[in-house]
């Protein structure tokens, strides 16, 4: 699981990158980030929080369109540039699907 960390106006985003093995597509998240306290001793000062947006990326048959699935029960906005950095986030994952797959190794995406 890795994912990526982003500051827009004050709110840090993270998109978040991991296998989702009921759909059997890689699932790319995008979700305002939550603060790590400053004691703990790392350099992460954002976690990922619950996502927002999923982006769900077959990896078995590039003939299949990705999916999205909107979480957001408070209504949350996402800014223009955010959803931007996120749909680029989500062309690439696609991209590398695709040619895992037609390279025969749909396990090396990542």
């Known amino acids: 699981m890795s994912w990526e960390l982003r500051e827009h106006a004050g709110r840090h985003y993270v998109v978040l990158f ?4 009921p759909d059997d597509a890689w699932a ?3 979700s305002e980030a939550r603060s790590v306290s400053a004691g703990s001793g790392t350099e992460v000062t954002h976690l990922p929080g619950p996502a927002c947006l ?10 299949l369109e990705p999916i999205f699935r ?3 029960p408070d209504e949350r906005v996402v800014p223009y540039e955010i959803m931007s ?3 680029a986030q989500v062309a ?3 991209e590398r699907c695709r040619i895992a797959f037609e390279q025969g190794n749909p396990e090396t995406v990542e």
């Open 28 to 30: 790319v998240e995008l």
């Open 18 to 21: 991991h296998y989702a093995l």
């Open 92 to 94: 690439d994952q696609v």
């Open 85 to 87: 950095w996120f749909m």
């Open 54 to 63: 999923v982006a769900l990326v077959p990896d078995e048959d590039p003939n």
């Open 70 to 72: 909107v979480y957001s």
